[in-house]
């Protein structure tokens, strides 16, 4: 069975400081993975998806197959940067849910 | 935009009282999913539907049933709700038919949160 690891339960970084977050993860599959955020008295909403390879608020998250790794980084850490981050895999194979982590909280000190 | 709703924002029960949480998309969503999201646990699957009056059971299942009697409406039931059922709740919808890519994207509702006494 697919899971979804992310060792850090809380991480708290200096205002412009450099974020990782970190997430593994185990399927033999192809996966496809997610970095999904939830801000205070916000809804959780997607962050962004490895297929898009894109950045979002300055966020990116490379997808590293040999490490099983999906880690979100920033360079430069904002305090509306504080949140909780999920990662999140999707198999595709049959399935339709999202095996999520367990989440970090970012706290970005000012 | 996508729309997900849930009926209450918070609520206060009584053990062994049951309970209902409503959830409604708007954007014609196949799949339709209940988690409870707890500090220190994240997000845990409940059930989910991948259309009307279909249902598969999630990860945490116990004490807990679903109702999808029209595509745009999952309904949880917490039968006899007990004080360990406390938590924040979290309904979600997605686009896709399983495995089609692209599609899976989950949009959330602003959850409600459970307190049983």
């Known amino acids: 069975a697919q899971r979804v690891t992310q060792p850090e339960k809380l991480l708290s970084v200096f205002k412009g400081a450099p974020v990782e977050l970190k997430c593994n993860y185990s399927?033999?599959?192809?996966?496809?993975l997610f970095w999904y955020v939830q801000y205070s008295r916000q809804r959780l909403q997607l962050l962004l998806r490895?297929?898009s390879r894109e950045s979002i608020k300055g966020f990116t998250a490379d997808l590293n197959k040999g490490e099983t790794s999906f880690h979100l980084k920033k360079p430069f850490a904002q305090e509306e940067d504080s949140a909780m981050y999920y990662c999140?895999?999707?198999?595709?194979?049959?399935?339709?849910?999202?095996?999520f982590g367990k989440g970090t909280k970012l706290s970005v000190i000012p | 935009d996508v729309k997900v709703t849930q009926s209450s924002r918070y609520l206060v029960k009584r053990t062994g009282e049951k309970v209902f949480l409503e959830c409604v998309q708007d954007?014609?969503?196949?799949?339709m999913f209940w988690y409870r999201q707890d500090p220190g646990l994240g997000l845990r699957l409940i059930y989910f539907?991948?259309?009307?009056?279909?249902?598969e059971k999630g990860d945490i299942p116990e004490g807990y049933s679903v109702s999808r009697e029209k595509k745009e409406r999952f309904s949880l039931i917490l039968e006899s709700a007990s004080t360990n059922q406390t938590s924040m709740y979290l309904c979600?919808?997605?686009?896709?038919?399983?495995?089609?890519?692209?599609?899976?994207?989950?949009?959330f509702g602003p959850g409600t949160r459970l307190l049983v006494l």
């Open positions: 399927y033999s599959g192809s996966p496809e």
């Open positions: 539907s991948y259309d009307v009056k279909m249902k």
């Open positions: 999140a895999l999707y198999t595709g194979a049959g399935s339709y849910q999202l095996t």
């Open positions: 979600a919808s997605s686009l896709a038919a399983s495995g089609l890519r692209g599609q899976e994207t989950q949009y």
């Open positions: 954007m014609d969503h196949e799949n």
């Open positions: 490895h297929i």
